[in-house]
């Protein structure tokens, strides 16, 4: 397989386009000079639309999961009341990361596939309007769910109209339209790896003034996590600590790519890949976990089937060059992951569904040749709103 | 400028070396894959003769500080008293970190330039051995001080036999000896932009049995630096949260050089490059800042003469391709430092000189030709153990 590069099909990190890659082999700079100023600036000025925020963002070097930490521990104190509302794995990690700091966190716990009601969200707060926080999931990796954020911060501005809105965005900002200041949120997490077509080891954050008031009476500890650091050398077009310089070269590149190609082109490819690999995953016959009204735009999950032995059947994928995910959580060995964000193409959505096919053929499995892959074109082709041709033999 | 690289003379990043930048931009991988845990264990089992150390290490994304942070919230609670022996900018940042998260800090505060005394230590200790841990600095960055590691753990363990000792190594492991388990240190924290030759990102922290040991009662809130998730996905070949990939393989081609050259090369290597910096700075008519019987092997600071503005002479500098760091803290304005680690060569070193002299004989200050130069080679001689020859005309 040394020939060939793999296929990273993986919900991040993603495949990096050639500039990308070549921008994390530049030498290194002062991170504590004018050129780094400068590029930091690109990048968090770059960002703002994505976040749809003319709030400050900051940028740590840290996995997503220290993002979500930096939401937490920046804007609570011990004992304040948390609300969250978890639809997977990384919804019970925020929650998690509430309750080792100290919050009384009370959890709503969606059945894994289900995006959050904003109904159940409404009847809970009626009930009790005086959560400090409530911690919601943008778009749950695990599951290959997007919640409807507008509606679910819409339900907490108009009930519990003090409570900060803290969103994992980790796996979905830059990838589909976000609009923290319009919705109402508070604090909006993001991650270098996922839409933003660099390698991991960027947490990209931004608090709205609520949030950053909220900072200056938070009484959880922090040093390396502590945004107001990062506010005030970014005042000087530095970071507080030291960043993972590598990748922020690889994520200004990134930005200038998605600018490149515009935010609505960028938001419509990532619908069109969606679109195409549920279709194709459907036509080789496998059952998706999400609730397909919410399915997320990023991940797309499925079931194993009963009858399919996936350890050998992915050891063959992977010998083909498909790398998927597999399922996380209690989702271990239940379902499998297909990623599509970031530089992703439907030439390679369709390539994934054709190593698919082939695999599956091979094992015996019932899937016409050429099925998945027309179903992924097809579905692709309706997401840019562009009608198929009644060809005689064509479809899934 | 954009003709010539610049020469990066701080005290990290450092320059990378080509090998290890062109690892920078190789393509993302699956990092729950056996790719990714045969990297891992490269790196942690390539490290281990670094840290001089028997115990596991772990590998975490952030910066330098986040290391301490790991440190410090990893081994000790709230109310735990906590000796911080501090000599510079960093030892004050290891000692608010203990604070900000509860501890009871006393702190022992050296001098700026000085090295910690162990008459100092072994004072306090016995009027109080009753600490839970005792935070040290091993390279003081900010005045490029050296402590002398093995006679301060040597007081703390006769003394205080049950009190962890951490240590701050960033910007020294890997560039010069340390033997963690010989000299009874609990905790090592060091960093990819020093001695390791990659671009930053990473830390790397070693814990004794002691310390593993105080984690499992340690009650410091911790989710992202928490050691234990580090130890149990380091056993599956992985990490707990995603890490900076693209980092992760810079770290793993420099220490494939390091393991090249020969750690007692290495060693050596920044010992002459140390001695002719030192050599050189003093040649030029800069008074050396640091206590020269405790001078850092990594990075020299000297200070800036009353009789020179330093502004534009550094503008000047920099004009010319190289780039130093000002001074930290309350030193800013009052010392320039000269970082020597990681890929360093003496040529480099030489070359630096050059342009000093060039910059410091425009400005009409008192410097001969070649003489900066010249003392630095001799230095770099002698560290070699390569006796001067007395030919007429030599020596600075």
New interface residues.
């Given amino acids: 397989m040394d020939r060939f ?2 296929n ?1 099909r ?1 919900p ?5 386009p050639p500039s990308v ?13 004018p050129e780094f100023a400068a590029m930091l600036e690109r990048i968090l000025t770059g960002m703002k639309p994505y976040f749809g925020t003319s709030s400050d963002i900051a940028m740590i ?6 993002g979500l ?1 930096a939401a937490i521990v920046n804007t609570l104190s011990p004992g304040d009341r948390v609300l969250a509302v978890s639809i997977g794995a990384f919804g019970d990690r925020f929650a ?2 509430a309750r ?3 919050a009384d966190v009370t959890t709503i716990e969606v059945e894994w596939g289900q995006a959050a009601e904003p109904a159940v969200l409404r009847e809970e707060l009626r009930r009790d309007p005086a959560y400090r926080a409530v911690l919601l999931t943008h778009n749950e990796t695990s599951t290959g769910v997007m919640n409807p954020i507008p509606e679910l911060a819409a339900v907490v501005r108009q009930l519990a109209p003090g409570a900060l809105i803290l969103v994992d965005s980790v796996s979905g900002l830059g990838a589909v339209p976000f609009q923290m200041d319009a919705w109402g949120v508070d604090v909006v997490v993001t ?1 270098s ?1 996922k839409a933003w077509m660099a ?3 960027l947490a990209m954050i931004a608090a709205s003034p609520r949030a950053w008031a909220a900072m200056q009476t938070a009484t ?6 502590d945004l107001r650091a990062h506010r005030d050398s970014h005042a000087a077009g530095e970071t ?8 922020v070269y ?1 994520v200004d590149e990134g930005i200038r790519l998605m600018s490149a190609e515009g935010a609505d082109s960028v938001f419509a490819r990532h619908e069109a890949c969606a679109a195409a690999a549920r279709a194709g995953l459907r036509a080789l016959g496998f059952e998706l976990f999400a609730d397909q009204r919410h399915a997320s735009r990023t991940v797309t999950a499925a079931a194993v089937p009963d009858d399919l032995d996936w350890k050998p059947f992915n050891a063959e994928i992977k010998r083909r060059g498909l ?1 998927l ?2 399922g996380q959580g209690k989702l271990a060995g239940k379902v499998f992951r297909l990623g599509h964000l970031g530089s992703i193409t439907l030439e390679e959505i369709l390539g994934a569904m054709s190593v698919l096919e082939f695999v599956s053929i091979s094992a015996g499995r019932a899937v016409r040749p050429g099925s998945a892959v027309a179903a992924a074109q097809i579905a692709a082709l309706e997401s840019f709103g562009v009608a198929t041709p009644a060809v005689a033999g064509a479809g899934g």
Avoid: C, D
């Fill in positions: 590069e793999p990273l993986i991040g990190p993603t495949s990096l890659r070549e921008a994390g082999a530049r030498q290194m700079i002062n991170h504590r000079g070097t840290t996995a997503g999961t220290g930490e998690k990361i080792t700091y100290g991650g790896q390698a991991p080891g959880m500890p922090r040093v390396y996590l507080p600590w030291t960043p993972a310089i590598a990748v690889q790398i995910a597999g």
